[in-house]
T-cell receptor, first 112, second 113 residues
Framework: QKEVEQDPGPLSVPEGAIVSLNCTYS??????FMWYRQYSRKGPELLMY????GNKEDGRFTAQVDKSSKYISLFIRDSQPSDSATYLC????????????FGTGTSLTVIP | DGGITQSPKYLFRKEGQNVTLSCEQN?????MYWYRQDPGQGLRLIYY???????QKGDIAEGYSVSREKKESFPLTVTSAQKNPTAFYLC????????????FGPGTRLTVL
């Protein structure tokens, strides 16, 4: 079983829609949860960073962590064509650089 | 502007040749990382370094080597021992003790001919 599971999509939505992206994980020790956005042929860009459970909001983006279900989500409100990218979840158990686990990414297209 | 640069953007290599990928950062970060990205797989850690002249193997270090002679630079050599080197290579950096906030470079696409 993979440490992190993420539906690869592709996901296609109309402009203005609310998008929900999700990851599940198996390691209950994970405490740090990140979402990255990656445009085609570019490096990932850190979008959201949360610690432990709860919600975190930043503009149109909301990150949600449910540790009891081992499930994390990223919501995008009022989606824009510029949000079209691959979204990667990442998580870690501690504070060392070698304990990072990435999902495979979900490809999102927002149609104008 | 602070950031991470990787060069070249595209690289072609013949089988049996070693090749070195460049990574430079001016963010004053102590920690640097190399990842490999393949279609349908998450990023996989090749090597990481927390301090100059010190580095540790990641999950898939076989066939790769690194050096960290300067804080700003962390070059990756893909050797002929790497069986399947064609991939997208990403360099990242972070502040020490804030490993979860990693900043990535634009990547190098390596193709073995």
């Amino acid at each position: 079983q993979k440490e992190v599971e993420q539906d690869p999509g592709p996901l296609s939505v109309p402009e203005g829609a609310i998008v929900s992206l999700n990851c599940t994980y198996s390691n209950s020790a994970f405490q740090y949860f990140m979402w990255y956005r990656q445009y085609s042929r570019k490096g990932p860009e850190l979008l959201m960073y949360t610690y432990s459970s709860g919600n975190k909001e930043d503009g149109r983006f909301t990150a949600q962590v449910d540790k009891s279900s081992k499930y994390i989500s990223l919501f995008i409100r009022d989606s824009q064509p510029s949000d079209s990218a691959t979204y990667l979840c990442a998580m870690s158990a501690g504070d060392t650089g070698n304990q990072f686990y990435f999902g495979t990414g979900t490809s999102l297209t927002v149609i104008p | 502007d602070g950031g991470i640069t990787q060069s070249p953007k595209y690289l072609f290599r013949k089988e049996g040749q070693n090749v070195t990928l460049s990574c430079e950062q001016n963010l004053n970060h102590d920690a640097m990382y190399w990842y490999r990205q393949d279609p349908g797989q998450g990023l996989r850690l090749i090597y990481y370094s927390q301090i100059v002249n010190d580095f540790q193997k990641g999950d898939i270090a076989e066939g790769y080597s690194v050096s960290r002679e300067k804080k700003e630079s962390f070059p990756l050599t893909v050797t002929s021992a790497q069986k399947n080197p064609t991939a997208f290579y990403l360099c990242a950096s972070s502040r020490l003790a804030v490993y979860n906030e990693q900043f990535f470079g634009p990547g190098t696409r390596l193709t073995v001919l």
